[in-house]
């Protein structure tokens, strides 16, 4: 029993031969070939890791959802997804100028500055209210009685 | 004789797989069982034995465009990248996101595999740098300030483990808890290869190849991690409860 006398393995010998026991020097597999305190050292760590792997794959929740082979995968949704939002969005942001250009035509300052600076007196001239409407907003009279502006009070 | 293994049904149905010495039933996925164990594809027996020698066969199959074996090849090792993806995201639905680009970009890339004998390490190498860039996006969402307000993971135990006895979900949040205690205490490559020797399960041949990294890299980094692992003495008292 020499080998046991040799020392019992530390614990970098131990993690060692749980990796691999042909790492160990051949004396000290010796040892642990010899030792009983050693050798169970050894094999509780194994027994103990082996216990860590099974626990593992029995509480790991199992998957909802398997594997869809396509041939563009689900980047093709992710695209159309996107290029729909995007599209929304633009759409949405264009409609959203349109209105704001519409309502600040229809009823915004230039508008009812004109009309004030005509009611005020200081130009009475109907073309002129006319033409500084015209030049105020990009829309006509006509269009601005459609809208539901009373726009010829003036005259 | 064509030692070709034949695939019964698709992605989704119970597989059989013939082979020499009889069929093998892939276990069918678990739907919404949460309280029940991830038991599936668990290569085990004879007939196992057989199918993973066939494995190389299957990705020549694969990489000639045969549709069916690459998703033999998919039952056979879903679970192993499922689980891989999940012991490192702690999120039921990122990993089966995950799993699902992993196998997708496998499929896309097969061609490329040269050895079919290497295609496990070739696929824990692809799940690998997927669970890594996985990561680098949450850190920087994160950063940018676009993360949740609660971790993911946690939202997702809370349903993973839904409807479960409630000692039961406590010892399973503990055990994960102690294993995350555990692994984020090791450095990035001591880490890497513990998860991938002892929760995945890959012999130091197959991880030298998913790291690109030498045998005596790959081991010093495992005496380390085994090491601290023998020092940690919190994990022992889950694992034994658990293990009886
Ligand atoms: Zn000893």
């Not at chain 2, 293994?5 to 119970?14: C, F, H, K």
């Not at chain 2, 300030?145 to 135990?157: H, L, N, Q």
Request: aromatic share 8%; proline share 4%.
């Amino acid at each position: 029993m020499n080998a046991v006398k040799n020392g019992h393995l530390t614990g970098d010998e131990i993690a060692r031969a749980v990796v691999d026991e042909a790492e160990l020097p051949a004396s000290r597999r010796e040892h642990l070939a010899a030792c009983p305190a050693c050798r169970g050292e050894k094999e509780n760590i194994g027994k103990d890791l082996t216990r860590l792997r099974e626990t593992a794959v029995r509480i790991t929740p199992p998957p909802e959802r398997r594997v869809v082979l396509t041939k563009e995968k689900d980047t093709r949704s992710v695209r159309f997804v996107w290029g729909w939002r995007t599209a929304s969005g633009m759409a949405l942001a264009t409609l959203s100028v349109i209105a704001f250009i519409w309502w600040y035509a229809a009823s915004g300052g230039p508008g009812n500055e004109t009309t004030m600076v005509a009611e005020n007196g200081y130009d009475t001239d109907p073309e002129m209210v006319e033409a500084s409407r015209i030049v105020e907003n990009p829309l006509s009279l006509t269009y601005l009685a459609i809208a539901g502006e009373s726009v010829v009070e003036e005259q | 004789m064509n030692p070709v293994l034949s695939v019964a049904g698709t992605t989704g149905e119970i597989i059989n797989i013939e082979t020499s010495r009889g069929v093998w039933t892939a276990p069918p996925r678990p739907g919404n069982m949460n309280c029940m164990s991830s038991d599936e594809t668990n290569l085990t027996g004879s007939a196992a034995t057989d199918i993973l020698t066939q494995v190389p066969h299957i990705v020549d199959q694969a990489r000639a465009g045969d549709r069916n074996a690459f998703t033999t090849l998919v039952n056979l090792f879903h679970g192993d990248i499922y689980r891989m993806v999940y012991y490192r995201t702690r999120s039921r639905m990122d990993a089966e996101d995950l799993t699902q680009d992993i196998f997708m970009k496998a499929f896309k890339t097969i061609t490329g595999l040269r050895d079919g004998s290497r295609f496990k390490s070739w696929l824990f190498a692809i799940a690998v740098n997927g669970v890594h860039d996985f990561h680098r996006k949450k850190k920087l969402r994160s950063l940018l300030g676009f993360a949740g307000p609660v971790d993911s993971s946690t939202v997702d135990d809370n349903a993973a483990y839904e409807g479960c006895d409630a000692s039961d979900t406590m010892i399973k949040r503990d055990f994960w808890k102690e294993v995350t205690s555990f692994a984020d205490g090791l450095p990035r490559m001591e880490r890497e290869v513990f998860l991938l020797r002892f929760m995945d399960d890959l012999s130091i041949r197959d991880i030298t190849r998913v790291l690109n990294k030498n045998e005596n890299t790959v081991k010093t980094h495992l005496y380390r991690a085994v090491g601290k692992f023998r020092a940690h003495g919190s994990l022992r008292h889950y694992y034994q409860e658990e293990g009886r």
